[in-house]
Nanobody, 124 residues
């Protein structure tokens, strides 16, 4: 069992940066792939970025490539999503999620554990 808590969301101007963090409890986090998803107003939840259990495999949505960086820190059971050059369309609730297995996947159904979400609002 893994419990996840996100932090770091907030209000930022377009072009600015935010760093989201995901704190995990549970002994299996190091064996779990980690993903970040978001759900904007009136939109479906979408994949943003994912990283394998050991960090050797990383995947980004096209919208995140070149602007977002995902990382995973097994030593302290945390993961981060660094978001740069934010745009108004990045406004959403951001969720971190973990899989029981270590292989990264880009769809929500593959993830077993979810945080409560953190709001990111980008003003234009």
């Amino acid at each position: 069992q893994v419990q996840l808590v996100e932090s770091g969301g907030g209000l930022v101007q377009a072009g600015g940066s935010l760093r989201l963090s995901c704190a995990a409890s549970g002994r299996t986090f190091s064996m779990s792939a980690l993903g970040w998803f978001r759900q904007g107003p009136g939109k479906e939840r979408e994949f943003v970025a994912g990283i394998s259990s050991g960090g050797g495999s990383i995947s980004y949505a096209d919208s995140a490539k070149g602007r977002f960086t995902i990382s995973k820190h097994n030593a302290n059971n945390t993961g981060d999503l660094q978001m740069n050059n934010l745009k108004s369309e990045d406004t959403a609730v951001y969720y971190c999620a973990a899989k029981k297995s270590g292989v990264v996947r880009a769809y929500a159904e593959a993830y077993d554990y979810w945080g409560q979400g953190t709001q990111v609002t980008v003003s234009s």
